[in-house]
């Protein structure tokens, strides 16, 4: 039987996308090594700090604590000593830098294309530990093609060693809607534009704010993130439409997607993207910002604004909340894309992966 590690500091945070994707690739291969009888042949094992925020309901994959360190000192110095010679995989973004016999996924490069979103300290740490590992590891995976171009771009990995494995949506079946959020914010179903992420820059919400300004008529619902001050500090103005709600859990989201007239996502960049396709899951028009991997991952499917074009973005609003018959064939188009992201897909090639080191 063979020992394989799975880097299990996600626990220890926040849920974004780069944390859905390791959860979610969890749950898959624990449902996958059950479903497939491999248990006999592969015992994995999830090793993270103690002090985790998240709690999976797992039957063929333990969790083990260990260590007293967190964050990155955990991961560089207790991790590599405790899984030792051992394989490891590295879902979010960071492993550590002494070991040779892992994977790791390296969700994007906004580092190196939006270095204005993160501080200098976090950048150089970032920057060094890609080019340490993209020159170590026999493989990496990313999410997209457009973020496998980028990484050699950067890094000069040949391309025949870089991974795609797109992000899944099937989890969203499992999670029931808690509409205890409608009353809890004051929201009325069926009449909100929704928008879901954190506060970073590059996630492009000053254009929803510019065109919540010149759409008073129709009000937008902004979860994720802590709260609205980031704005307020950078002279954006908060009309009375937009409403801040924070962080909220899955059931809460899956109510507010269910319910929202529309989606909006006006990224400058991103790697993948996950939460348009929960939308979508849900039977939720969604506006895009007309960026390259956006493109590739939602393709004709969806609509589009740019990046910097308030006026745009307000048409596409406007045209969902005013044609009946508009909305019903953009959510139409939409549901071809629900059966082609799959957890289960990477699983396969997580499988293939190791069997071919």
């Not at 925020?53 to 039957?59: D, E, G, I, P, R």
């Not at 808690?178 to 000053?206: G, H, M, Q, R, T």
């Not at 929960?278 to 499917?301: H, W």
Request: aromatic share 12%; charged share 25%.
């Amino acid at each position: 039987m063979k020992k394989i590690y799975i880097n299990g500091r996600f626990l220890t945070q926040n849920i974004t996308g780069v944390q859905r994707y390791a959860i979610e690739i969890v749950k898959a291969l624990d449902k996958y090594l059950n479903d497939n009888k491999l248990n006999d042949k592969y015992k994995f094992e999830i090793v993270c700090p103690k002090n985790i925020k998240q709690n999976l309901n797992l039957k063929n994959i333990e969790i083990k604590k260990i260590g007293n360190l967190k964050g990155h000192l955990w991961e560089q110095i207790e991790l590599p000593l405790y899984v030792k010679n051992k394989f490891l995989f590295n879902f979010c973004n960071c492993a550590p830098l002494v070991k040779k016999n892992q994977i790791v996924t390296i969700h994007d490069v906004a580092i190196c294309d939006v270095p204005y979103a993160y501080s200098k300290i976090f950048r150089r740490w970032y920057k060094f530990m890609y080019k340490v590992l993209t020159s170590r590891l026999k493989k990496i995976f990313t999410v997209s093609e457009f973020s496998k171009k980028r990484l050699n771009n950067h890094f000069n990995i040949p391309l025949e060693r870089i991974e795609v494995t797109y992000n899944g949506i099937d989890h969203m079946k499992n999670i029931k809607p808690d509409e205890n959020i409608f009353s809890k914010f004051s929201i009325e179903k069926n009449n909100y534009v929704l928008a879901v992420s954190s506060l970073n820059p590059s996630k492009n919400f000053k254009l929803i704010l510019e065109t919540a300004k010149i759409l008073p008529e129709i009000n937008f619902v902004i979860a994720g993130g802590n709260n609205s001050t980031v704005f307020k500090e950078q002279g954006l103005k908060i009309t009375s439409n937009v409403k801040f709600i924070g962080y909220v859990n899955d059931e809460e989201l899956v109510a507010l997607y269910k319910y929202a007239s529309c989606f909006v996502y006006p990224s400058i960049y991103e790697g993948f993207g996950i939460p348009p396709l929960e939308a979508i899951y849900f039977n939720c028009p969604v506006i895009l910002s007309n960026i390259e991997v956006f493109k590739e991952i939602y393709m004709n499917n969806v609509l589009y604004c740019k990046i910097d074009d308030c006026s745009i973005l307000k048409e596409k609003i406007l045209l969902i909340f005013n044609d009946k018959m508009k909305k019903i064939y953009i959510i139409e188009k939409e549901k071809n894309l629900v059966d082609k992201y799959k957890w289960n897909n990477i699983i396969i090639k997580l499988i293939k992966v190791m069997e071919n080191r």
